[in-house]
């Protein structure tokens, strides 16, 4: 079993529409939890982390849920812009360094 | 903002050829990694450095060598380059904030050795 577990998609939603994509983790020693989205042929860049309470930004809003092990991440009101590959990055206990990094979600807003 | 930089955007080398592959960051973070990414398998974890000359091995190393010499700096090697070694190659570096560690990538190295 994969340490980080995505749905690969693609999900294709017309503009306006909200998603949801969620991500499960196996490793309950999981210590932080954060969102990064990845335009083709460019590098991951952090869209937001996740925390035990649940967080919003803007359009965006991710929830934590230990019991079950898994994070998500809402979009609403999609743009054109959104579609890109969003993946889930969890990093173990304090003490070591080590980032686990799901196999992304793809997103397509059409038009 | 946060700036790592990637000496190459492109790079092709041939087969047996030693390649290095350099990452800088000018924000004094203490924690570095070198990752590659392909089609299906997602980031994997090369090496990563905690501190200047410190280093460990990530998940994938064997084939791979790293040097940091310098906080700013961390460069990876590959001590003779293989077609099964093509791949995007992603630097990061991480800091603390908010009381957790917060990754932030170069802008990749995408490696073609035929």
């Known amino acids: 079993r994969k340490e980080v577990e995505q749905d690969p998609g693609p999900f294709n939603v017309p503009e306006g529409a909200t998603v949801a994509f969620n991500c499960t983790y196996s490793n309950s020693a999981s210590q932080s939890f954060f969102w990064y989205r990845q335009d083709c042929r460019k590098e991951p860049k952090l869209l937001m982390s996740?925390?035990?309470s649940g967080n919003e930004d803007g359009r965006f809003t991710a929830q934590l849920n230990r019991a079950s092990q898994y994070i998500s991440l809402l979009i609403r009101d999609s743009k054109l812009s959104d579609s890109a590959t969003y993946l889930c990055?969890?990093?173990?206990?304090?003490?070591?360094?080590?980032?686990?990094f799901g196999t992304g979600t793809r997103l397509k807003v059409l038009a | 903002d946060v700036k790592v930089t990637q000496s190459s955007r492109y790079l092709v080398k041939r087969t047996g050829e030693k390649v290095f592959l350099e990452c800088v960051q000018d924000?004094?973070?203490?924690?570095m990694f070198w990752y590659r990414q392909d089609p299906g398998l997602g980031l994997r974890l090369i090496y990563f450095s905690y501190d200047v000359k410190m280093k460990e091995k990530g998940d994938i190393p064997e084939g791979y060598s790293v040097s940091r010499e310098k906080k700013e700096r961390f460069s990876l090697i590959l001590e003779s380059a293989s077609t099964n070694q093509t791949s995007m190659y992603l630097c990061a570096s991480s800091f603390r904030d908010a009381g957790r560690e917060v990754a932030f990538f170069g802008q990749g190295t995408r490696l073609t050795v035929v």
């Open positions: 996740v925390y035990s």
């Open positions: 990055v969890v990093k173990m206990t304090s003490g070591t360094y080590k980032y686990i």
């Open positions: 924000m004094d973070h203490e924690n």
